[in-house]
């Protein structure tokens, strides 16, 4: 039989992706044809999960070797290779139908799926009416054509090549999702499946679904899936999608920079807005600031191979991730115009709003990078940026960083490490001005860290009253400075016993009792409470009240002495010198520093009479008082003679000794007598 001659296309197959669909879904098309993965057994059928899109099921052994009693005409489903009612007969010498036949003719052409019978070649026997509405073709333009080429079985080799199988026998069924367009314009998804008509028989039975309102149900659902239902911006789940694609290294390996760039972004004062104001008008103020970020990103874009994506992260957090850029100088500039942008007020529910933004900026190479690494750096930035004052971007600072780990490293073993004794004191003594004698020491934690090696005070004194473990590591440092005073009294008889100088935070007396702690340490150990000197620094003691100030005077009553360290460099209110239970005062040791300064050309140094004249009147107004003083860092006889001279009781610094252990304390006090 001749070939028939092709008729003219009626409608356009499409076998790209479909740029509506995917665009909302955000990433890249999925392929026309995928196999899909097992369907779990306890997950249920739901009409909403997308069909799958590929399948291929290998022909039954019936359909691979026929059986010699059935032949193409033994089954009443073989008249379905007569053309239907109206339409050319394409097959001359197919049977007429019979009586027995009819209802199945009948309910070939009536049927609302869409069905058409090819032949063992490829070709269009007979179609349905749904069918050519479908396809918008009538009923005698499809036989004879091509399937593969109305319904894109063609277009890529996998497809192709499984269809084949299935005309061939060697394969039972073929099930894809296929992209068409119709000859006046709209583009649908179609299902396809292709199925042997029965074993043994030549030819197949091709079916075509409209499934285009299920897919666009899916795109939708997935679309409020992913985006943020008050900006209408990516959420936080496809922001993370899209950050881990431009990750990978089929990414940045298929061309660009290979770099990749974070906003990370935070509103300042927006809390405020929602509390006064409620959620509604903060969610239109969310979704104002959305727009012009949005705005930002497509000026940025503006000029270059991609534009950055804006999301909402959750709250008032927002993102701005820029593939391929070209250096921290675009991040810059994308930070600054968000700045710029957010400044000027917000007209919402006819009131004008302001907020401002803290931004973390991070721009490296991809390679090697992950989201989550990507993401801690930009919310260390972001905190950066808001202790350094809000209103400002922060670029990522890889030293700055690791010092923040670090940080963070002895925070969390800070607590274990007192129990596990990893603490030891030194101690710095404290001399008469007068004759030079050793009069007291001031105890000094150290920390013999197994990774870090032995850190001072200023390490992680201020962690552990952050996290409260000063409170034990306080008690440690009592105890044991009590004991090693009574041990160098017991080991000196003849000698006066010199105090030990405690320091004491704040938190200590609000969060432990220490008055009880202080009167348990003295009488286990068996010190004298006047060779016990607690010091608070300034800040702590001035404004004292209520309970912090009940506990100094039961301590003063007790007879243990109260020192102000780093005395006139906090709040300075002499008002409280007056009504406090102090006992001395020890000088800042910036005052002792300021005694003398460099020439303009750096040649010398020459005192400096207003330090002089500072710190000689609050030796003189401490004396009145009652008071005694000791002066900080001293580090030059110069210091200590005008100091002297002035009139200050005890000198501490390096001048003297360095922080040093137990045991050289015990040597100077034999080398007193």
Avoid at 190 to 216: F, H, K, W
Wanted: negative net charge; contains cysteine; proline residues 7%.
């Amino acid at each position: 039989m001749a070939e028939p001659a092709p008729v003219g296309p009626r409608f356009t197959v499409l076998a790209e992706s479909v740029p509506a669909v995917m665009d909302l879904l955000g990433s890249a098309p999925p392929p026309a044809c995928t196999t899909p993965e097992p369907a779990r057994e306890s997950a249920p059928a739901h009409i909403l999960e997308p069909a799958p899109e590929f399948v291929l099921e290998p022909a039954p052994q019936s359909v691979l070797e026929p059986s010699p009693d059935s032949t193409p005409d033994s089954t009443p489903d073989s008249l379905l290779n007569a053309a239907p009612s109206g339409a050319p007969d394409p097959a001359p010498n197919a049977a007429p139908a019979t009586g027995a036949e009819r209802p199945f003719r009948s309910a070939f052409a009536a049927a609302p799926l869409a069905m058409a019978v090819v032949d063992h070649e490829g070709l269009v026997v007979s179609a349905n009416e749904t069918f050519g509405a479908l396809l918008g073709a009538g009923l005698d333009e499809l036989a004879g054509q091509p399937a593969a080429d109305l319904v894109d079985l063609a277009s890529d080799t996998r497809t192709r090549h499984a269809y084949g199988e299935v005309l061939r026998g060697r394969q039972a069924r073929l099930r894809c999702a296929r992209r068409l367009k119709h000859p006046d314009g709209h583009r649908l998804w179609v299902q396809v499946t292709v199925a042997p008509l029965t074993p043994g028989s030549p030819g197949v039975l091709l079916s075509v679904a409209d499934i285009s309102a299920r897919r666009e149900l899916q795109a939708r659902l997935r679309h409020l899936k992913n985006h943020d239902p008050v900006t209408r911006l990516p959420n936080r789940t496809l922001f993370f999608e899209r950050l881990s694609a431009v990750l990978e290294t089929e990414s940045y390996e298929r061309g660009g920079s290979g770099r990749v760039g974070l906003c990370y972004l935070d509103l300042d004062g927006f809390k405020a807005v929602n509390d006064t104001l409620g959620h509604r008008v903060g969610d239109r103020l969310l979704a104002a600031v959305a727009e012009r970020l949005t705005r930002c990103a497509d000026e940025a874009g503006h000029g270059r191979t991609s534009t950055p994506l804006v999301a909402r992260l959750g709250g008032d957090e927002f993102a701005l991730l820029v593939e391929d850029s070209t250096g921290t100088e675009q991040l810059a500039e994308l930070a600054e115009s968000v700045l710029s942008a957010l400044q000027e007020p917000f007209e919402v529910a006819g009131r004008l709003l302001s907020v401002s933004a803290s931004i973390g900026v991070v721009e490296r190479h991809a390679a090697g990078s992950s989201a989550t690494a990507l993401m801690q750096a930009a919310d260390t930035t972001l905190y950066w940026a808001k202790a350094d004052g809000k209103a400002r971007w922060t670029l990522f600072d890889p030293e700055r960083n690791a010092h923040r780990m670090t940080r963070q490293a002895l925070v969390s073993t800070l607590r274990a490490a007192v129990e596990r004794g990893e603490f030891a004191l030194e101690y710095q003594p404290l001399v008469g001005m007068e004759d030079g004698r050793l009069r007291g020491v001031e105890a000094l934690v150290r920390w013999r860290h197994p990774e870090f090696g032995t850190l001072t005070p200023n390490r992680f004194i201020a962690l552990a009253e952050e996290d409260g473990s000063i409170v034990p590591l306080g008690r440690w440092i009592l105890a044991t400075a009590c004991h090693q005073a009574r041990r160098w009294q017991l080991d000196h008889p003849d000698e006066p016993p010199i105090f030990v100088s405690v320091n004491v935070a704040v938190r200590q007396v609000w969060d432990s009792d220490l008055v009880a702690d202080v009167a348990e340490v003295l009488a286990r150990t068996g010190l004298a409470p006047h060779l016990l000197q607690l010091e608070l620094t300034e800040s702590a003691v001035m404004g004292s009240a209520g309970r912090p100030l009940e506990a100094l005077r039961s301590l003063n009553d007790m007879g243990v002495h109260i020192a102000i360290d780093d005395f006139g460099t906090g709040y300075s209110n002499l008002a409280y010198l007056s009504r406090l239970p102090v006992s001395a005062l020890k000088l800042d040791g910036s005052f002792v520093r300021g005694f003398q300064h460099e020439d303009p050309e750096g040649a010398a140094s020459r005192p400096s009479p207003a330090d002089e004249v500072i710190v000689e009147a609050m030796i003189q107004l401490a004396h009145r008082l009652g008071l005694t003083v000791t002066a900080e860092c001293v580090e030059t006889s110069d210091q200590a003679s005008r100091l002297r001279r002035i009139g200050c009781d005890t000198g501490q610094g390096w001048l003297y000794s360095r922080p040093v252990s137990p045991d050289r304390i015990s040597e100077l006090l034999a080398g007193r007598s």
